[in-house]
């Protein structure tokens, strides 16, 4: 399961909505009474009451001890009849579980099959979200929209336990089973499911009943049907089929979006040593989706983010990580999967982690360090300092889905990738997963395997960083011995609990950079180095692994060195970042100036973002730079920084520059143009923004929106409205969502009503899609805003107005 990253931020922006309760109960692993041994369901759909019609021939045996009795976890269904082995049972259901009386006591070397007729509604299935998940029920009916030319869609979401919303199962992570689905469909829709599709049959009432058979073991959460209007994109990994499901308008741009697919299965096959072990990989797209992604074996379902434009592409495939975040799953999941939620870690840290390994296979060390760099800043913006990676205790199972399991799990992997070393980690992996495969784990198995592998014993790094909470806090001090050439580096932890850890140490002599390995055991430990001239930097935590805040007095001149010498992208960005507070000293202008020349696109970008060129060391080469960048650059996220800047200096003689911008193929590039050119040519840059389709003004909406703005173009404000909330509440940008607030406003008095009624709606959706965080009480307070604002206003428009609102709001109290 890969989480929203948007979402992450809007739980940032409204946190007074959003603390979890803490718990002092105990979460123990589901007590195994009966095992699951292969689950068959014919199925088929009401679409306009939103019901499946279901028969289900479950195989099951007691676990150990003799039982007459199994308890089915099965949630808001009607159950219709209930048999064993062909005889009707007696059985007691409470809309949650159902309890059947088998027709004996059975002993674990006795296999029967249970019958279940029953109809799921999942619209009345009562269960929260997530913040990986925002809704629970399950089983999702997703409806068409002639207008805009989409069908109707049904697709299904089990984790954490919502698979018994739509079939009834033993909803737990320990427990595994084969599978067979029968999915009857109009004949005019395709549908995917776990497995291999074996048969269709067309019926003779239209509809045509697709037969799914998926022969090995998984926990019932990965279940998967899709259902819709999609055309299939055909790809390959050896002899696998790997295949994308989109819909029609995206089949064109399918393998951009999706096409690292098998060369991504083929680079985790290698690294684990364990070659892809399912039939086969599909990955599909459904509208409206509750989640980022979703790693159900063999059929991985996708939110809408994953639909890009080649103008999109060309800047960057923002669905790249999740793609191969889902992949690594199928390793870290689903064959080998938690057995509890308070093993979340096995899961998720795993396929958090991979995305790291992904970037650093295809891109380099410095484009994963600074994807490292974003999981690290997104554990510590959170509140999840006294939060232990395994958690035993939680207010609800939900709850374990955070930036500690995922961001700081990752982070904890890449520390013990590190201690041990490739070879040994990856021989670890390997042995934890042929050990354990098609079964489920906890933490122990893990450490045990890679102690098995490495002869280390690792209970000291599971203490600290698996069952123990935060991170070293360090100051950092320094005592030089010029007599005999020497330097001692003090490193003082000051957070409570004691870290042990190994750490890099640089000390930097003519340029170059001696590593120091050094391993801290106590609250304050110093180490002694010797040099030969007196040091020109020295850089803790040198190779960036460590997770840890760090304390220490360094001057200019030690960042403006550190920016030119420093090895990893972390310590670069951070002397970037502290070079440019002091641009007025001439020799901190030049070394921002000369990071322009980085050999990583991302030191390039924070140096254009930065670089101040009203300043009085601004030189006319520096600019020459710039305009070269905007025009020249590899990358275009870069150009489109170089554009912004250059936009600035609100110099006609750019305007060369930005017109050919507006021609480039990039939408970051178009979009920045188009605000650079506004300031020197409005007529031009709002001629141009009235000439684009409506799908590119869509992607391109802050630029255009600053534009509008400024324009005080009130017939825009209908196209504004629908992007307000978003860019109020889920997006990391202050200036953006300062922007976005502004139109908020704007359109709040305004006498548009088709702008409020976009925005209502919008409210209104966002309001329901996020619930669980109380959202649709920051909706309320929205509307009855626009309510009091427009008391006063004299506008023609206010009755209608006010009907729409508190239309809205009734929606939302509903």
Known sequence: MKIIKILVLFLVCTSSYLQAQDSNLYRAEREKINDLIHTKLKVSFDFDKKELYGEEWLTAKPHFYPTSTITLDAKAMLIHSVQVNNKAVHYEYDKKKLVIDLPKKYTRDEEYTLYIKYTAQPEKVKQKGSAAITEAKGLYFIDGDKANGKSPQIWTQG???ASSCWFPTIDSPNQKTSQEIYITVPDIYVTLSNGKLENQTKNNDGTRTDYWNFTKKHAPYLFFMGVGNYKIVKDHYKNIPVNYYVEAPYAPYA?????????????YSKITGVDYPWSKYDQIVGRNYVSGAMENTTAVIHGESAYQKPGQLIDENRQENTIAHEAFHHWFGDLVTTESWSNLTLNESFANYSEYLWREHKYGKDDADAHLLEETQGYKRGQNFDKNLVRFNYADKE?????????????????????????AFFAGLHKYLVDNQYKSAEVPQLRIALEEVSGKDLNWFFNEWY???????IEISYDYNTLEKKVTVNIKQTQNQLFQFPFAIDVFEDGKATRHHVFVKDKDASFTFDYKHQPDLIQVNADGVLLCDIVENKVLSDYIYQLKHAQNYIHRREALLEVAKKQDDKKAFNALAAALADPYYKIRILALEHIDLINKNSKKNVINTIKNMATNDPKTLVQAAAIETLGKLTDPELKPIFTKALKSKSYSVMGKALVAMYYIDKSVAVAKSKELPLEVKKIIATPLTRIYLQENNTDELTFIAGNVISGMFLNGDKKVQALYKNAYDKIAKSNNVEAIQNLADDIVSKGKQYKQYNFDKVGINMLKQIIDVQKGENNTNRSKIETIVKEAMEKLLL
Not at 255 to 267: H, N, V
């Open 255 to 267: 393998k951009e979006i999706f096409g690292d697919t098998p060369e991504i299965l083929a680079f």
């Open 159 to 161: 984790e954490t336990e």
């Open 467 to 473: 069952y123990g909470s935060g991170h070293p806090k």
């Open 399 to 423: 709850d374990v889905f955070d930036a500690v399991t995922y961001n700081k799990g990752g982070v904890i992997l890449h520390m013990l990738r590190n201690y041990l070393g490739d070879e």
